[in-house]
């Protein structure tokens, strides 16, 4: 078996974000803290790091059975994602060094955790940094604005409408801001667009985990700014 390391804490570029995703190692979890602190729970049911990443993997984990409703697994870990307590010392530790990385006129990313099922990253944008249309193939997603507060676009892929063009329907629009979450499943709101207002930080939850296939068929989109032949919501779009 190969070696597991949690909590990693990598910054990168979104290109090198995706080279570490597919490289490091995933294996079943082990084992966690217990979430109550000398036997209770805190009267608020939040829940820290450790009890996050166990409830994460056992929704993930029915990824593998053959009927696996993703609605309703991003809509539990949207709900655990609500319920996490930002002010952990993991995550605050986290939160603190990504701003070692400010500056760098581009939003980064972090490796937080990744195991067989999911993976969770953070990602810290400037105001006014964005990160343009892009796909998560055969992936689900839950975005949660730990700081600050961001604008997200999401759309359905359509059809091919040409060899490298396709029709995009704009499915949902939303700011998220602190302890609000966006989700994305495999065919639905599964293109993006992301665009902060301030200086913000985002905890992302994906499952399954990049590997070197769901890297290579990640796609890029240069999307019209008007709609595709007057057609509310829709648009065309080029493929890269």
């Known amino acids: ?67 696996w409703n993703q609605e309703k697994y991003v809509a539990q870990v949207a709900a655990l994602a609500q319920r996490l307590q930002l002010k952990d010392p993991s995550l605050a530790k986290a939160f603190e060094r990504s701003k070692q990385g400010l500056g760098n006129q581009h939003p980064d990313f972090y490796k937080l955790e990744k195991q067989q099922n999911f993976e969770v990253s953070l990602v810290q944008f400037e105001k006014g940094e964005q990160i343009k249309h892009h796909d998560h193939p055969d992936m689900t997603g839950v975005l949660l604005c730990a700081t600050g507060n961001v604008d997200v676009w999401n759309y359905d892929l359509l059809q091919h409408d040409a060899a490298d063009k396709v029709l995009l329907k704009e499915t949902a629009t939303s700011r998220l801001e602190k302890g609000m979450v966006s989700t994305l499943t495999s065919k639905q709101r599964n293109i993006h667009r992301l665009q902060a207002n301030s200086l913000t930080q985002l905890v992302d939850v994906f499952a399954p985990p990049y590997n070197r296939e769901r890297i290579r068929k990640s796609q890029w989109f240069d999307v019209d700014t008007e709609t595709y032949q007057g057609r509310d919501k829709i648009y065309e779009a080029s493929t890269r």
């Open 1 to 67: 078996m190969d070696d597991y390391n949690r909590r990693h804490f990598i910054r990168t570029s979104l290109p090198g974000f995706l080279g570490l995703s597919m490289a490091l190692p995933s294996i079943t979890a082990l084992a966690t803290r217990a979430n109550a602190c000398q036997g209770r729970l805190p009267e608020n049911g939040a829940i820290n790091w450790d009890a996050f990443l166990e409830a994460v993997e056992k929704e993930a984990a029915k990824q593998h059975l053959d009927h």
